[in-house]
């Protein structure tokens, strides 16, 4: 089977628009040169692929795959563009980098200011998302890199991870509370505390509620729901609540002493992070670096 590009851009076209006519006027094309190269590209793929009615034109299931290599065709040619535009601006890259909040806020800038000391003529650009959401975006090609949680749910098979360190999840209070200094905190005697946590939804909320759930505690009445994770922490950092968290993303903070980590007595498990890339594709002289020196840094964190 050999698909044309250019009658996915045209497929894409349509999908966009709506409608043979108005996609056909998007491309500068006659309607019966765009429905003519339809036919064919259902000729080469040997299915149906657009139902057009009264509404307009709307794609089939099968349409609807071609649509998202499509897609990723149309942004890699544009990253291409901007690769050759940045360097003959004299900076290396572009990189376009996703992260999860445990990881924009902990590994991913440190690893960046590590490449910028290097060098500063560096073209990067970081996207904080869900697990969910980051996945989406690699899978067509709108971010090169992601650094996220891994080993909850199936890997694409067209994905390949690079391991990077464990979080590990502590209570955590301001330095001066109450708690500051204790060798190991029980959920029971968090009872009557005040509790900052990330809004429901996400996938390290649902752990901290199985936790409650699993060791037969009801979930917090005294309740604060925080995001970003950079303004959890502020309100941890102000006041008296409680909260867990992971160590790595508090390293800092630790290391300063402006929060203080206490072990939890009941067992939550640990999260794993990796990078991740589109297997087989070849990141440029600048992702290569970034790989290199996450992994290295992660290295580091671990052996702390």
């Known amino acids: 089977m050999d698909l044309e590009p250019r009658l996915l851009r045209y497929l894409l076209a349509i999908d966009r628009a709506g409608s043979f006519q108005k996609a056909a006027e998007a491309l500068g094309i006659s309607q019966p040169a765009l429905s003519v190269s339809i036919a064919r590209l259902e000729d080469i793929t040997r299915m149906h692929l657009v139902d057009r009615g009264r509404y307009g034109a709307i794609l089939t299931d099968m349409g609807k795959i071609l649509i998202r290599h499509a897609e990723s065709i149309e942004a890699i040619l544009q990253l291409a563009r901007r690769e050759l535009e940045a360097r003959r601006q004299g900076a290396e890259g572009p990189l376009r980098v996703g992260g999860t909040p445990l990881a924009t806020g902990s ?26 959401q980051l996945m ?14 891994v080993g909850q749910r199936p890997t694409p098979e067209n994905v390949e991870e690079i391991p990077l360190f464990t979080a590990r999840s502590v209570i955590v209070v301001r330095a001066g509370h109450p708690l500051a200094g204790r060798q190991q905190v029980s959920l029971v005697e968090l009872t009557d505390s005040t509790w900052i946590m990330p809004p429901p939804g996400g996938a390290f909320r ?38 867990i968290l992971s160590d790595q993303f508090l390293r800092d903070e630790i290391r300063r002493g ?28 600048l992702g290569k670096r970034f790989v290199a020196v996450a992994t290295e840094l992660s290295l580091e964190t671990d052996e702390e």
């Open 107 to 132: 590994i991913l800038p440190r690893v960046i200011a590590h490449i910028l000391r290097e060098n500063g003529n560096a073209a990067i650009a970081v996207t904080e998302g869900t697990d969910e």
């Open 136 to 149: 989406e975006r690699l899978l067509t090609h709108e971010i090169d890199l992601v650094i996220s949680n």
């Open 206 to 243: 649902k752990q901290i509620e199985a936790l409650f759930m699993t060791n037969g505690i009801p979930f917090p009445a005294n309740l604060v729901e925080a995001a970003p994770f950079s303004v959890l922490k502020a309100i941890v950092e102000r006041s008296d609540g409680v909260s």
């Open 258 to 285: 402006i929060l203080t980590a206490i072990p939890l007595a009941e067992h939550i498990a640990s999260r794993q992070f990796a990078m991740q890339k589109i297997a087989g594709r070849q990141l440029n002289s």
